[in-house]
């Protein structure tokens, strides 16, 4: 069965520090890898998509791949009170049309 | 240009009712996915449609149907409503050419008693 594993925190960061937030998968075959934030209540938005190993920023957002571990990861630089969130993982799976997707990291960024 | 709409936001239910509700997709795209997500769990795939047709299916039962219309909106419909049907039901589009980038709808939060 494909799964995607996250950490459920809460994760508290302070304000302006560097939030790093982990997710590892189970299908060797997957291909793409989405990051997606989701205010309490509200539905998921999707902030950052990653296709192939290494690094992709955007803004104050990093995301990380690394296929042979079997992880993805998402960094925010100078994090904001406003990041604060739950931040959720997808995965896809060449030739599959569905996004399977970790529980989500509640982050926590203290003023 | 207008993004994921979907109709109600909120609706109550009682154990054993039937429930439709209504999406329709970013303009331009002509893909549609339902997802339910209970309290504290990431999203769970129900079934994607492309052309009027279900072209694949999450592990839900046959209570679980959909349709989608020819101007690429669709809807979900739950029989025999159980209490673990509660929960928030997203609507995500995207195009038929990229189906993994998707854009959600703000949702129908549904409660069963």
């Known amino acids: 069965q494909k799964e995607v594993e996250q950490n459920s925190g809460p994760l508290s960061v302070p304000e302006g520090a560097i939030a790093s937030l982990n997710c590892t998968y189970s299908d060797r075959g997957s291909q793409s890898f989405f990051w997606y934030r989701q205010y309490s209540g509200k539905s998921p938005e999707l902030i950052m998509s990653?296709?192939s190993n290494g690094d992709k920023e955007d803004g104050r957002f990093t995301a990380q791949l690394n296929k042979a571990s079997q992880y993805v990861s998402l960094l925010i630089r100078d994090s904001q009170p406003s990041d604060s969130a739950t931040y959720l993982c997808?995965?896809?799976?060449?030739?599959?049309?569905?996004?399977?997707w970790g529980a989500g990291t509640k982050l926590i960024i203290k003023p | 240009d207008a993004g994921v709409t979907q109709s109600p936001t909120h609706l109550i239910k009682t154990r054993g009712q039937q429930v439709t509700l209504r999406c329709s997709p970013k303009?331009?795209?002509?893909?549609v996915s339902w997802y339910q997500q209970a309290l504290g769990q990431g999203p769970q795939f129900i079934f994607q449609y492309y052309e009027e047709e279900e072209r694949q299916r999450g592990n839900f039962p046959d209570r679980f149907s959909g349709h989608q219309f020819p101007n690429y909106s669709s809807e979900l419909n739950v029989n025999a409503l159980l209490l673990g049907d509660s929960a928030l039901y997203l609507c995500?589009?995207?195009?038929?050419?990229?189906?993994?980038?998707?854009?959600f709808g703000p949702g129908t939060r549904l409660t069963v008693l």
């Open positions: 990653i296709y």
């Open positions: 997808a995965v896809s799976v060449d030739s599959n049309y569905q996004l399977i």
């Open positions: 303009s331009g795209h002509d893909t």
């Open positions: 995500a589009s995207s195009l038929a050419s990229d189906t993994d980038t998707q854009y």
